[in-house]
């Protein structure tokens, strides 16, 4: 992207759409299904990454992170119903590999969430700390006091080989790569 003054950045922190993706198969993977209750999440990602070697852990960020996605898939997606389950397949063989859905509607406000970051971007890189005070937080339409979008650029920060979306929103594959994977210095 260029800049008014002819300087030209890269915005990273783009959510992505792509259905057919690779990253989506989940041949191999192992597969749970929880109820959408959010007083459980922890104890979802704890049984999830009982499966993740010492490496992956980095001080328990990698749970923090899946945590995260369960959340928003309880709360945004299936809103607290706890009729509704989230879809969790995961493996860690030489990757952290997460695939994550909810029976919502999805996420239909990607392309505002994206240009919302694009000008938050702009505001850091030009240094419009006056402007960038205005997009602290991006609110929805549904979005709660305590909803900033912040979980979705730590995520977009954090998993270094990819974050999808399906196209109807509502299923997510998050990828890291750690030094043990030949692929690692590709992503950092």
Not at 22 to 37: C, Q
Not at 111 to 116: G, H, L
Not at 119 to 135: G, S
Request: net charge negative.
């Amino acid at each position: 992207m260029r800049l008014e003054d002819g300087r030209e950045i890269q915005v990273k922190q783009l959510a992505k759409v792509d259905d057919s993706h690779a990253l989506f198969n989940t041949h191999g993977m192992y597969y749970k299904e929880f109820p959408s209750d959010f007083s459980k999440v922890r104890a979802y990602t704890s049984y999830i990454i009982q499966y993740a070697p010492d490496l992956y852990k980095e001080v328990n960020l990698l749970e923090q992170q899946i945590s995260e996605i369960v959340k928003n898939g309880i709360e945004h997606g299936n809103k607290m119903d706890p009729n509704k389950k989230i879809k969790v397949w995961f493996d860690f063989n030489k990757r952290a590999k997460v695939i994550v859905e909810d029976e919502g509607n999805g996420f239909p406000l990607m392309n505002e969430w994206n240009q919302f970051a694009i000008d938050r971007t702009i505001c850091l890189v030009t240094q419009d700390f006056e402007h960038f005070a205005d997009l602290i937080a991006w609110k929805g339409p549904e979005s709660t006091e305590m909803d900033g979008g912040n979980a979705l650029f730590a995520a977009l920060e954090y998993w270094n080989g990819g974050f999808l979306y399906n196209q109807r929103g509502n299923r997510c594959v998050a990828v890291r790569y750690f030094p043990d994977n030949a692929e690692y210095r590709k992503y950092v």
